[in-house]
């Protein structure tokens, strides 16, 4: 079965997500299940991907799921525990709105805890950037948080078919770019290209 993603707009992406507290419950591995899958599913679809939310498929619990390159795994009841002072300038990306790029600023450094799937409590210290920016959005998700929240200005919002004809010249604007994960050529971006939305500042 197919997952659906929410898209910009829905209320449920606003939603502040509760912690998981019991790990065997039959209802928690079917949402990680189903995590997993919507990941994969959108990975396989369109080429790019790291991570996903589970309120990004209507489960409001504080759960991702993560490929770095390797397979799916999850993080559960993830909670940053420091961020650096040092922050740097992107291009940001969403599952939610794949249609769009967003320019934002994220903490260079983070550490961060989490439970795997038993529940076993796992430690991630002086994150490198490229999962320290990823987990920060993922995160800001389980709060209700979007990446067009932090957009730097009104510019700062712009339609991915934009920014992928002039990729070079948006890069010059950012510290910072995200590096794939998925080899070029994989997937097929076919949603059509919208408007900016207005930021919800």
Not at 100 to 108: A, D, K, N, S
Not at 162 to 178: A, G, N, P, S, T
């Amino acid at each position: 079965m197919s997952e659906r993603i929410l898209l910009l707009g829905d209320p449920g992406l606003r939603a502040v997500c509760d912690p998981v507290t019991d790990f065997d419950l039959p209802e928690f591995q079917e949402s990680g299940v189903r995590l997993e899958r919507a990941l994969e599913q959108f990975r396989a679809e369109y080429g790019f991907g790291r991570a996903i939310s589970a309120p990004q498929i209507g489960i409001l619990q504080r759960m991702i799921a993560m490929n770095l390159g390797q397979g799916p795994f999850l993080l559960v009841n993830p909670a940053i525990t420091r961020k650096s002072d040092q922050l740097f300038t992107m291009w940001d990306d969403c599952m939610s709105f794949p249609w769009l790029m967003v320019r934002l600023r994220r903490h260079v450094q983070i550490d961060l805890t989490f439970q795997n799937e038993r529940g076993d409590l796992v430690e991630w210290n002086k994150l490198e950037q490229a999962i320290s920016e990823l987990v920060q959005h993922e995160v800001d998700h389980l709060n209700g948080i979007l990446a067009v929240d932090h957009a730097l200005d009104r510019d700062s919002i712009i339609a991915r078919r934009l920014y992928e004809e002039r990729k070079e010249l948006f890069d010059r604007q950012v510290d910072y770019f995200i590096a794939p994960t998925i080899p070029s050529g994989s997937g097929s971006f076919s949603l059509a290209d919208r408007s900016a939305p207005t930021l919800g500042r």
